[in-house]
């Protein structure tokens, strides 16, 4: 099975990292503090500490991953969904990832060139993460074609 790197695993992360541990898959989840990097072990995973801001406090957590799960559509910082993942994009090529799946896909240009240019599979999370039992559905669907690539 697939090491699975969950980035903003809180409760949407989380439910699908259950799923994804159901199936088989090692997940790691990052947060940006410590209690909530606790609540993700709690619920049986490998818990991290990183900041999706500071690309640098990530990457030692991609080693060994196969996809990255980029939960970011929520965030309020634009940037996440913009200027950082863009250059997150440029440097996965070096990495163990091979595939991404991305949760914000009215601003998806970045990680479609993305996959245009490196001929990384990318996948798009569609539902509104307000809708959680959709919006887990197509996180699941999303993960595996991204696997199936």
Do not use: N
Not at 35 to 46: P, Q
Not at 103 to 125: F, K, N, Q
């Amino acid at each position: 099975m697939a090491r699975i790197l969950i980035v903003g695993c809180g409760c949407r992360g989380r439910a699908l990292a259950r799923k994804l541990g159901d199936r088989g898959h090692a997940v790691r989840g990052t947060s940006r503090d410590e209690d909530r990097r606790s609540a993700i072990e709690a619920a049986g995973f490998e818990g991290v500490v990183a900041d999706p801001d500071r690309l640098g406090t990530l990457l030692p957590h991609l080693q060994g991953s196969s996809v990255l799960c980029w939960l970011m559509g929520t965030a309020p910082e634009p940037a996440l969904r913009g200027e950082r993942f863009a250059s997150l994009l440029e440097l996965l090529v070096d990495t163990h990832v091979r595939g991404v799946v991305y949760e914000a896909p009215r601003e998806a240009d970045d990680a479609r060139r993305a996959s245009a240019t490196y001929g990384m599979p990318v996948a798009l999370i569609s539902a509104p993460p307000a809708d959680s039992g959709p919006w887990l559905a197509d996180a699941l669907r999303a993960v595996d074609s991204v696997l199936a690539a």
